[in-house]
């Protein structure tokens, strides 16, 4: 069971928490983060591109020359495919590039990608997460305590909203709430940094399937 330091925005050792194995003590799953995250990323995608089909072009109902005598290649309409300006042939069309993952592999995947930044040591489980006054020049004096280098991830179920306008101008620092928080989020980031209600919002989350 892994045994983490609490610390508070001083970086003041303030207790110690035992964090669940089954959520946080796992053997990394690959597979499972592989198949979250690239499915997470296709989730993101507008998937608006779009092309006209010679249906869908105006014009080109009227058969530019007669069939024969002229010469040249018999043509039925200027807006065939081989013309300048006609539809085109199986171009792109709207569509959804979601993926199904099924609700087991993606809790997985979750437990793997927090139990890799245990086992790097780049898990920090903070106290509590407070801003008095929303200034970015306080919140990186937080930042200097905590000692972290690299992108930086906060986690809380408490956010006020000072903090996030706090930090949100420190370009390797981002915000996440816990109920909305993703594999990609967790794993696009060098360091991860818990409040103690979110470590515990977790377990509860993934600790019953």
Known sequence: MPKLTIINQTGEKVGNIELS???FGIAPHQQAIFDVVN???AAMRQGTSAVKSRAEVRGGG??????KGTGR???GSIRSPQWRGGGIVFGPTPR????KINKKV???AFRSALSSHVLENKLTVLDKLISENGKTK????????LNLEGKVLFISNEFDGKEVRAGRNIPRVQFAD???VSVYDVLNTKNLVLTEGAAKALEEALGNE
């Open 106 to 108: 993606r809790n997985l």
């Open 178 to 180: 816990v109920k909305h």
């Open 21 to 23: 194995d089954y959520v």
């Open 39 to 41: 499915a997470q990323r």
């Open 96 to 99: 959804s590039y979601s993926v």
């Open 73 to 75: 290649a018999r043509q």
């Open 62 to 67: 009227k058969k530019p020359w007669r069939q």
């Open 138 to 145: 306080e919140f990186q004096a937080i930042l200097n305590s």
